[in-house]
């Protein structure tokens, strides 16, 4: 597409012209602020025949897009008698280039790396979570109709669609962020977006050290689970930091294995070169041509994986990624949402459940407690903060019951003036049943990680 074509088509209604000043309303109800950058548009259009969209991704030709932007707003100021300063002139030049080049009024919120997450309420509602707490923002959008634009820009280089047929979907930015968008009728306030963004330089073990997520004697048990190929679920609520800590687990995984990530909207960041990544896929417009994950999860299974990375288990791929683990490929991590360990375990049975088998409740759990080694809970705290709250093994069955044993926990020990949560984490003193399997794997690790420091 030119250009002129994405120009024209995030034009919005020209409104009736009248000289009033910056920031007043004219008889159409927009501002004339509003109204400047259409006109600015339109002179663009005018001014820029040549220049063609994919051209502009060379710096030198979006530095002429921005200098003819600027040559078009001071002479629209001198035609209309507009006085503006500097800062609010280059404020104009930037959210046009931001319309054209980018998503809008959330382009500056996607380039501020501060913000972890997007919120997008309503026209005149965006959100932001910065350092786990929720933040309105000024940003705004014109109306539903520039909140669609910004949603198909999203979406149709895709080939997705989001209409009245199709009111949801699934999919991610350039750089990778997560993109959710929901639409009327299901969302009665108006499009609705949701952005995870994406983290240019993947969170490493030291950074979750350093934010107090785990401490360096977890970092160390952890790293010689993964290393001794032991199943391993990291289970938590929405935004607790499960994916990061999966990307942080998976970076512990040797160079030399072979491993195959399955995921709805890929995120994960392996810097391993031996790495197959696979996504799942919606239907097409006849509802046809899905590909769940699992099947894609059976599928790996014939791809010689040392290891499957599952992105997180919602449904009945639980029961064939529990028998990848029973089968040879040990070391296989995924995530899933829980409140507590104990809650893990029961939703990998319903999961299962939902596959169709019909399985007996007793055969579902062995074939859980047999699978899974090791549960990673992690949860984001009122403060903001996430932590890894327990890291609890998977000791086997006691008659029907799965029993558990915690190795490291979070205690909380109170809130500070400034309410931020105080506590520990530490070592509960016992040493996991699989701590056996270290050795043979050329894993030493000193007795004191699991004694519980006062």
Not at 46 to 57: I, N, P
Not at 317 to 329: K, R, S, V
Not at 371 to 376: Q, S
Request: proline share 5%; with cysteine; charged share 30%.
């Amino acid at each position: 597409m030119s250009l002129i074509e994405r120009l024209e088509k995030e034009k919005p209604v020209k409104a009736k012209k009248e000289k009033k000043g910056v920031g007043e309303t004219n008889e159409a109800g927009g501002d004339l602020y509003s109204n400047l950058k259409v006109k600015i548009q339109e002179r663009l259009i005018e001014e820029t025949d040549e220049l063609d969209a994919e051209l502009l991704k060379d710096k030198s030709r979006a530095d002429e897009l921005r200098n003819k932007t600027e040559e078009a707003v001071s002479i629209l100021l001198v035609e209309e008698g507009l006085p503006l300063a500097r800062a609010e002139r280059g404020k104009i030049v930037q959210e046009i280039l931001d319309e054209v080049l980018g998503f809008g009024p959330l382009q500056p919120l996607l380039d501020d790396p501060t913000i972890s997450e997007i919120m997008v309420i309503s026209a005149q509602q965006v959100y932001v979570e910065r350092r786990g707490k929720l933040e309105l923002t000024d940003k705004t959008f014109r109306d539903d109709e520039h909140v669609m634009r910004i949603i198909e820009k999203v979406i149709t280089p895709l080939g997705r669609r989001c209409d009245e047929s199709t009111p949801l979907v699934d999919a991610r930015l350039p750089d990778g962020s997560r993109f959710n968008a929901i639409i009327p009728p299901l969302a009665l306030k108006g499009p609705c977006m949701t952005i995870r963004k994406f983290s240019k330089d993947p969170f490493t073990v030291e950074d979750l050290i350093r934010f107090g997520t785990l401490t360096r004697e977890m970092a160390e048990f952890l790293e010689a689970c993964v290393k001794a190929r032991l199943n391993t679920i990291i289970s938590g609520g929405t935004g607790s930091g499960k994916t990061t800590t999966l990307n942080v687990l998976s970076s512990f995984i040797p160079h030399d294995e072979r491993i195959v990530t399955i995921e709805d909207v890929a995120e994960l960041q392996l810097r391993q070169e031996h790495v197959v990544i696979l996504e799942s896929r919606p239907a097409n417009i006849e509802g046809k041509g899905a590909v769940p994950i699992q099947r894609l999860v059976i599928n790996a299974l014939r791809m010689r994986p040392d290891r499957i990375v599952v992105g997180e288990c919602r449904g009945g791929e639980a029961l064939d990624m529990l028998q990848a683990m029973n089968t040879g490929h040990d070391g296989s991590l995924t995530t899933g949402h829980a409140n507590s360990p104990r809650d893990i375990l029961s939703r990998l049975e319903t999961m299962v459940m939902m596959a169709g088998m019909d399985l007996p409740a007793k055969a579902i759990r062995e074939q859980i407690a047999s699978a899974i080694h090791l549960i990673v809970q992690q949860s984001r705290l009122r403060d903001g903060t996430r932590r890894i709250t327990h890291i609890t093994e998977v000791q086997g069955m006691e008659g029907d019951t799965i029993t558990l044993q915690d190795i490291f926990l979070f205690t909380q020990e109170g809130v500070d003036e400034k309410g931020k949560i105080e506590g520990k984490l530490k070592a509960t003193g016992i040493r996991p049943k699989f701590v056996e399997k270290f050795e043979p794997a050329g894993i030493h690790l000193p007795p004191s990680i699991f004694t519980p420091k006062p």
